[in-house]
């Protein structure tokens, strides 16, 4: 079987887990800004919300076509239908805080991408590349909105513990089970993948995704400009 990421089913998998997720929580997300701009007053902030809304669409459509070409609908399917929550109130604050501690996640994810497979050719590599650029380009706007309307660092830490690690389960929970279920376990190079990817996760993506609970977290702390300089 040819696999699209490093010829890796771990690897392969691992990207599958995250696009997964893109259209339907990408969607929701957009929902959530398209609630707050009547109340945005601020014309640099309701132009940076238009154009991640404008972002997300895509990222979406984009993702709905790559899902299509891995056999991922069904899964996707599942999170249209949990994401429909979302829909139904977008402007719970917790779906708000939601989106803070998501896009900072995305953000770490991001970095990971770049820094390991900037520079790659196809059409999959391309497309995780500048959906990866684009994330840090609108990194800072969520939390930039959370602040002007006035909601707490604290509330914002509670809402990321739980739908961090939804995210971070259901991703590392598909690589696993899928690796499996594809019978790769009883290949010597899967568990050296394995082993590649674990730490992988846990230095480049959960690690740095933990600077949220820190006291004065903002996304511009960290500076990205390395990262938004490559050429995909």
């Known amino acids: 079987m040819k696999y699209w990421c490093d010829n890796s089913p771990v690897w392969s998998h ?29 014309p640099d902030l309701k132009a940076r919300m238009l154009q ?20 991922l609908e069904e899964l996707e399917a599942q999170e249209f239908k949990r994401a429909r929550l979302v829909h139904r109130k977008p402007g719970l604050p917790y779906w708000l805080g939601t989106m803070v501690s998501i896009e900072h996640l995305a953000a770490c994810m991001s970095r990971s991408v770049i820094g390991r497979w900037s520079g790659r050719d196809g059409r999959d590599y391309k497309l995780f590349l500048w959906h990866a650029k684009e994330e840090l380009g609108h990194k800072a ?6 602040n ?8 914002l830490r ?17 690589t696993i089970k899928q690796t499996a279920k594809d019978g790769q376990l009883r290949n010597w190079k899967t ?20 600077a949220i609970y820190l006291p ?3 996304p511009n702390n960290k500076d990205d ?8």
């Open 158 to 174: 509670k809402i990321a513990k739980s739908n961090q690690a939804y995210v971070m389960g259901l991703m590392i929970g598909h």
């Open 225 to 232: 400009r390395k990262y938004m300089e490559v050429a995909v």
């Open 14 to 42: 691992y990207g599958n887990a995250s696009s997964v997720l893109f259209p339907a929580w990408e969607r929701a997300f957009a929902a959530v800004i398209e609630h707050y701009l009547p109340v945005v007053h601020d």
């Open 52 to 71: 991640l809304k404008a972002e997300e669409m895509a990222h979406a459509s984009a993702h709905e076509a790559f899902n299509k070409r891995q056999g």
């Open 148 to 155: 002007y309307l006035g909601h707490s660092h604290a509330e």
């Open 191 to 210: 568990w050296i993948d394995l082993a590649s990817w674990s730490f992988f996760v846990i230095t480049k993506v959960l690690i740095p995704m933990l």
């Open 141 to 146: 706007l969520a939390i930039d909105l959370w």
């Open 216 to 218: 004065g977290f903002h």
